[in-house]
């Protein structure tokens, strides 16, 4: 076991007894070919990040859809 764990997004230092951290196990075919440790925090901000990119990315292409549909069918409500 290593005896100093440093966050891979913050780079600093992860106390163990103190600190909320993670630990995540990249596998490849099923052979674990590497570790990170991450404070939980860090890892939080990582994932809301990576999935407020994914989720903007998909807003830039569905918006634009929309918009099309709604030109295209005219959407027009009279009352
Ligand atoms: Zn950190």
Known sequence: MKD??????????I???RDRWV???DFDKGEN??????????WKDM???SMQ?????????IFPMIKNMMGNTGMVQNA
């Open 33 to 42: 070919v590497g570790e990170k440790d991450m404070h939980l925090q860090c």
């Open 53 to 61: 990119k994914a989720f903007n990315e998909k807003a830039n292409q």
């Open 15 to 17: 106390d163990r007894k």
């Open 23 to 25: 630990n995540v196990r």
């Open 47 to 49: 994932a809301r990040r």
């Open 4 to 13: 100093k764990l440093i966050c891979c997004k913050c780079n600093n230092e």
